[in-house]
T-cell receptor
Framework: AQSVTQLGSHVSVSEGALVLLRCNYSSSVPPYLFWYVQYPNQGLQLLLKYTTGATLVKGINGFEAEFKKSETSFHLTKPSAHMSDAAEYFCAVSDKSGGSNYKLTFGKGTLLTVNP | DSGVTQTPKHLITATGQRVTLRCSPRSGDLSVYWYQQSLDQGLQFLIQYYNGEERAKGNILERFSAQQFPDLHSELNLSSLELGDSALYFC????????????FGPGTRLTVT
């Protein structure tokens, strides 16, 4: 069984500051890892994904995440926060399980607030 | 805009009632996934259909059922509704049967009173 833990249900940063949203996972097989963003009153949008290859992945809107197998982590970062980054962020993991079905298991989410 | 549409946007109903939520996937996508997002449970996978057939089941209650029609739209039926069923229900779609890259609709907010 796989699970995702997002440390901190709410993170507040100042505009221009570093954004760091933490995600740790557990999976019995090499995982695929994702970050999704949910803006108010909208559906989830894929920010970035890690499947294989380079462990540092770049996504949209200046976000990036690094897969660290030894730490079972996939933290999301952005060097300089913008007001428009205020949203809820979800880390998710997927693997082949139960007959090759790709199911996404989501963390509880981290609400990012950006202060002017 | 992901290209996935969901109707209605909001639904308010009473306990014991039955509702149907509708989802149209992105053009060309054959897979539809349903998720429930609630404050206490977070975002949970319910069920997946691919080209009309059920492919995977998650934490879906027996009171809930879904289907995917020949035109690939999908409906999620929720019956004998309880207060705890109040949540945001998302539909997502993907091209393939086995795809981790899913595109989400805007959701249907269900309120059970």
């Amino acid at each position: 069984a796989q699970s995702v833990t997002q440390l901190g249900s709410h993170v507040s940063v100042s505009e221009g500051a570093l954004v760091l949203l933490r995600c740790n996972y557990s999976s019995s097989v090499p995982p695929y890892l994702f970050w999704y963003v949910q803006y108010p009153n909208q559906g989830l949008q894929l920010l970035l994904k890690y499947t294989t290859g380079a462990t540092l992945v770049k996504g949209i809107n200046g976000f990036e995440a690094e897969f660290k197998k030894s730490e079972t982590s996939f933290h999301l970062t952005k060097p300089s926060a913008h007001m428009s980054d205020a949203a809820e962020y979800f880390c998710a993991v997927s693997d082949k399980s139960g007959g090759s079905n790709y199911k996404l298991t989501f963390g509880k989410g981290t609400l990012l607030t950006v202060n002017p | 805009d992901s290209g996935v549409t969901q109707t209605p946007k909001h639904l308010i109903t009473a306990t014991g009632q039955r509702v149907t939520l509708r989802c149209s996937p992105r053009s060309g996508d054959l897979s539809v996934y349903w998720y429930q997002q609630s404050l206490d449970q977070g975002l949970q996978f319910l069920i997946q259909y691919y080209n009309g057939e059920e492919r995977a089941k998650g934490n879906i209650l027996e009171r809930f059922s879904a289907q995917q029609f020949p035109d690939l739209h999908s409906e999620l039926n929720l019956s004998s509704l309880e207060l705890g069923d109040s949540a945001l229900y998302f539909c997502a779609s993907s091209v393939a049967a086995f795809s981790y890259e899913q595109y989400f609709g805007p959701g249907t907010r269900l309120t059970v009173t």
